[in-house]
T-cell receptor, first 115, second 113 residues
Framework: AQSVAQPEDQVNVAEGNPLTVKCTYS??????LFWYVQYPNRGLQFLLK??????LVKGSYGFEAEFNKSQTSFHLKKPSALVSDSALYFC?????????????FGTGTQLKVEL | DGGITQSPKYLFRKEGQNVTLSCEQN?????MYWYRQDPGQGLRLIYY???????QKGDIAEGYSVSREKKESFPLTVTSAQKNPTAFYLC????????????FGPGTRLTVL
């Protein structure tokens, strides 16, 4: 079975400071890893994904994520946070043995960026 | 304009009624999914379909039904057997049958009165 853990329900950061949203995963075989963002009462928007290749993945809106196989982590990062980054962030994992294209989502981390 | 549409945006249901949520995509994606979102629980998979006329149960299929008669459409029926249907429902689609980016619709908020 595949699973994702987002250990922090909420992350608070000051505007202009770097931000990190944590994600660890468990899956059989090579992981397919994703980050999504959700604004209130909206659907999820894709930010970035890791399938293979470079461990540092760059995505939309200046976000990036680092794949760490030994720590089974895929933390989301941004060098300088904006107030407009405040939203709910979801990490997701899939694997070829997990049943087709099924993704398992974490419970989400609420990011709050303050002035 | 390509994308996924869900309707209605808000839906109110009386206890004992069945309701159907619409999901349509014009992305030519093979796979489609229905998720339920409750506060603090993330997204839970209800049903998914990787090809027309075929679908599989997800983690919380009880009280729900789906059909996939057309590639573009994947409606979800919330039946009266679903004991706690009030939630935000999200539809998604993806191009391939291996783990790939899923693209989400705007969601339908269902409230039982």
């Amino acid at each position: 079975a595949q699973s994702v853990a987002q250990p922090e329900d909420q992350v608070n950061v000051a505007e202009g400071n770097p931000l990190t949203v944590k994600c660890t995963y468990s899956v059989s075989g090579n992981p397919y890893l994703f980050w999504y963002v959700q604004y209130p009462n909206r659907g999820l928007q894709f930010l970035l994904k890791y399938i293979t290749g470079d461990n540092l993945v760059k995505g939309s809106y200046g976000f990036e994520a680092e794949f760490n196989k030994s720590q089974t982590s895929f933390h989301l990062k941004k060098p300088s946070a904006l107030v407009s980054d405040s939203a709910l962030y979801f990490c997701a994992v899939g694997g070829l043995t997990g049943g087709g294209n099924k993704l398992t989502f974490g419970t989400g981390t609420q990011l709050k960026v303050e002035l | 304009d390509g994308g996924i549409t869900q309707s209605p945006k808000y839906l109110f249901r009386k206890e004992g009624q069945n309701v159907t949520l619409s999901c349509e995509q014009n992305l030519n994606h093979d796979a489609m999914y229905w998720y339920r979102q409750d506060p603090g629980q993330g997204l839970r998979l209800i049903y998914y379909s990787q090809i027309v006329n075929d679908f599989q149960k997800g983690d919380i299929a009880e009280g729900y039904s789906v059909s996939r008669e057309k590639k573009e459409s994947f409606p979800l029926t919330v039946t009266s057997a679903q004991k706690n249907p009030t939630a935000f429902y999200l539809c998604a689609s993806s191009k391939t049958r291996i783990p790939d980016t899923q693209y989400f619709g705007p969601g339908t908020r269902l409230t039982v009165l």
